[in-house]
């Protein structure tokens, strides 16, 4: 996801795409600052809507960077669904990966209801 937002910022018609090397190099400069919201898709009626389920820190995530351990968390905390995970960097959005479990409870409904029932404190 990373890769393809460096490409979208630094690509220009005299440069062109920069070199895998100073991509990663400013990976590592960066990736402490993003930030990874997860949502998931529930269909209503004939609507699809995304609803927010967490907002994360990319250190929340740096066990998880393997597809595998990713969706074992994913169906571990949050259950059946079709999940959109959108990558940002200070506020700007980078890039969006799409992930579905397909077995199991959905769990994210009984957590975003948890949430609805506790209201502002006061």
């Known amino acids: 996801m990373f890769q393809e937002y460096v490409r979208k910022i630094t690509r220009t018609a005299s440069t062109g795409a920069m070199p895998l090397e100073e991509m990663q190099s400013r990976y590592q400069k960066m990736h402490r600052d993003f930030e990874i ?3 998931i898709s529930d269909k209503v009626g ?17 066990s998880l960077l393997e597809a595998s351990a990713f969706l074992h968390f994913l169906a571990e905390k ?10 940002y960097h200070g506020g700007t959005f980078i890039a969006t990966k799409n992930f579905k479990i397909e077995e199991g409870p959905e769990k994210w409904r009984g957590l975003l209801k948890e949430r609805e029932g506790k209201g502002p404190v006061a």
């Open 46 to 62: 004939m609507i699809i809507q995304f609803l927010d389920l967490d907002m994360y820190r990319f250190q929340d995530f740096e």
């Open 78 to 87: 949050y259950g059946q669904g079709k999940f959109k995970v959108n990558l």
């Open 37 to 39: 919201k997860l949502m």
